[in-house]
């Protein structure tokens, strides 16, 4: 009974976002044209509307892999497990996939490259307790860490689809989380990517499980629009992909 009414509530769930939910065919056709198999998703906050291509697959959950770097700044720095962006935190000494991850660095330098150690060093300060309780209060994903506190968005349990990235990021972007103003802002400034005259790009990659991931928010005026693209990916030479299928959709909606 009880699997039959959790069943439910997704299906409740998914109609909802389905009644404030259009499909782009110009989006549909960059990834066809790409040959990608994935999901683009904007969401207009102001409107609440959402736009994108491949509706069915905007509400699948998937692994956040990296995505997860911008909640785990934002809890680590609202309980202390960092006193700022720019403590420096410490890799290991273990070798890794990448020789610029093996390098003691702060998370404003961290997020840019991705660097897989010091953010596992920023999860394991915050702890497995800590880390559960937070992510639940964020209402991210299916909120599930699972008992691995340095992996968890790596391997799962923790998975978040498409649909809800951009919820969290639309609250992110306007401060509107249960979190103290200052972590989100500072946890704002270091995924800023670009700025142009009257925008500001704010994004973060993310890859694992043959997922590729690009999210995060853009500002235009008074406006916030947050969006989130997840491709099949499953190589490195395939990354690029994922930036530019995203801000080619952001440019043919406008927001760019």
């Given at each position: 009974?009880?699997?039959?009414?959790?069943?439910?509530?997704?299906?409740?769930?998914?109609?909802?976002?389905?009644?404030?939910?259009?499909?782009?065919?110009?989006?549909?056709?960059?990834?066809?044209?790409?040959?990608?198999?994935?999901?683009?998703?904007?969401?207009?906050?102001?409107?609440?509307?959402?736009?994108g291509?491949?509706?069915e697959?905007?509400?699948?959950?998937?692994?956040?892999?990296?995505?997860?770097?911008?909640?785990?700044?934002?809890?680590?720095?609202?309980?202390g497990?960092?006193?700022n962006?720019?403590?420096?935190?410490?890799?290991?000494?273990q070798?890794?996939?990448?020789?610029?991850?093996?390098?003691?660095?702060?998370?404003?330098?961290?997020?840019?490259?991705?660097?897989?150690?010091?953010?596992?060093?920023?999860?394991?300060r915050?702890?497995?307790?800590?880390?559960?309780?937070?992510?639940?209060?964020?209402?991210?994903?299916?909120?599930?860490?699972?008992?691995?506190?340095?992996?968890?968005?790596?391997?799962?349990?923790?998975?978040?689809?498409?649909?809800?990235?951009?919820?969290?990021?639309?609250?992110?972007?306007?401060?509107?989380?249960?979190?103290?103003?200052?972590?989100?802002?500072?946890?704002?400034?270091?995924?800023?990517?670009?700025?142009?005259?009257?925008w500001?790009?704010?994004?973060?990659?993310?890859?694992?499980?043959?997922?590729?991931?690009?999210?995060?928010?853009v500002?235009?005026?008074?406006?916030?629009?947050?969006?989130?693209?997840?491709?099949?990916?499953?190589?490195?030479?395939?990354?690029?992909?994922?930036?530019?299928?995203?801000?080619?959709?952001?440019?043919?909606?406008?927001?760019?």
């Amino acid at each position: 009974m009880k699997h039959i009414l959790i069943f439910f509530l997704v299906l409740m769930s998914l109609n909802v976002s389905a009644d404030d939910w259009e499909e782009n065919a110009d989006i549909g056709k960059l990834f066809k044209a790409a040959s990608v198999n994935g999901t683009f998703v904007l969401f207009d906050v102001k409107q609440q509307q959402y736009t994108g291509y491949n509706r069915e697959r905007a509400v699948t959950p998937f692994i956040p892999a990296s995505t997860f770097k911008i909640p785990n700044t934002l809890i680590g720095l609202s309980i202390g497990s960092v006193e700022n962006v720019d403590e420096i935190l410490p890799y290991g000494g273990q070798p890794q996939p990448m020789d610029i991850w093996e390098k003691d660095m702060s998370l404003r330098d961290a997020i840019p490259i991705s660097n897989v150690p010091i953010y596992q060093e920023l999860a394991r300060r915050t702890g497995l307790e800590r880390m559960q309780a937070n992510v639940r209060k964020l209402d991210y994903g299916n909120a599930d860490i699972g008992e691995v506190v340095d992996r968890f968005w790596l391997d799962g349990p923790l998975r978040i689809s498409a649909l809800e990235q951009t919820s969290f990021l639309a609250r992110l972007a306007q401060g509107e989380l249960p979190f103290p103003v200052q972590a989100q802002a500072d946890t704002r400034e270091i995924v800023q990517l670009e700025q142009d005259l009257d925008w500001t790009l704010y994004a973060k990659t993310g890859w694992g499980n043959d997922i590729g991931w690009w999210v995060g928010w853009v500002t235009k005026g008074d406006r916030v629009y947050s969006f989130a693209l997840n491709i099949d990916m499953y190589s490195a030479a395939e990354a690029n992909k994922r930036i530019v299928l995203g801000k080619a959709s952001l440019q043919g909606l406008g927001i760019l």
